[in-house]
């Protein structure tokens, strides 16, 4: 029962973690790092926003080799599932919105994806697979893990700004309130799993 709880708690994760990125694309007042790029390569390849997301996060876990990280059943799922639910989430918002209602989108989106994180991450079924290339890179390279995160989000902001991708204001709202509402999130949704029980020694 409780590996099926997890497996529900995975799944629900990950659509969501989809709906809040487009939440946040569809706000148009700037999205994350990985989302930047995303938008840039869709403007020269025009695959879609959803499939261009699955696509880098195969070439992300191909990054794992070299690192020795091991995917979970989540990480599998997170990169094959997020992308589609992001295109079913740009589906079903309207664009050209007023402001103030793209900046409801933005927030809404933004509570939206810390929830998700929580559920999925709370599930114990291993770590995405951008997330696993931020542990990874920190395993190998002993930097503490905050510079890493920092310096790989650099580069991919930089690389999908030049692309064309959406950088503003959202931006650096995200940068900055992400991580604080996933601290928030991911202890109340974590599925606590029973501990060992312990080995009984045999009597005399």
């Known amino acids: 029962m409780l590996v099926t709880r997890r497996l529900i708690q995975l799944l629900i994760g990950l659509f969501l973690y989809g709906i809040g990125i487009a939440l946040i694309v569809r706000g148009a007042i700037g999205v994350a790092p990985w989302d930047v790029l995303t938008q840039g390569i869709d403007a020269h390849l025009h695959l879609g926003f959803g499939l261009i997301t699955t696509l880098t996060s195969a070439l992300v876990l191909l990054l794992w080799i070299p690192l020795r990280q091991k995917p979970g059943l989540g990480t599998i799922l997170n990169a094959l599932l997020v992308g589609p639910a992001a295109d079913v989430g740009l589906w079903l918002i309207p664009t050209d919105l007023d402001l103030w209602l793209r900046c409801v989108l933005f927030a809404a989106g933004l509570i939206t994806l810390a929830v998700a994180t929580g559920l999925y991450i709370g599930a114990h079924f291993g770590p ?3 997330d ?8 190998r390279t002993g930097g503490p893990i905050w510079v890493v995160r920092t310096g790989i989000e650099v580069v991919v902001l930089a ?3 030049l692309l064309g991708g959406n950088v503003g204001v959202g931006t650096v709202l995200f940068a900055l309130l992400v991580g604080p509402l996933c601290n928030l999130t991911m202890p109340l949704l974590a599925i606590k799993r029973p501990a060992p029980q312990p080995i009984l020694e045999p009597t005399p």
């Open 132 to 139: 696993g290339l931020m542990t990874g890179l920190h395993k």
């Open 159 to 161: 690389g999908g700004w």
């Open 128 to 130: 995405g697979p951008r």
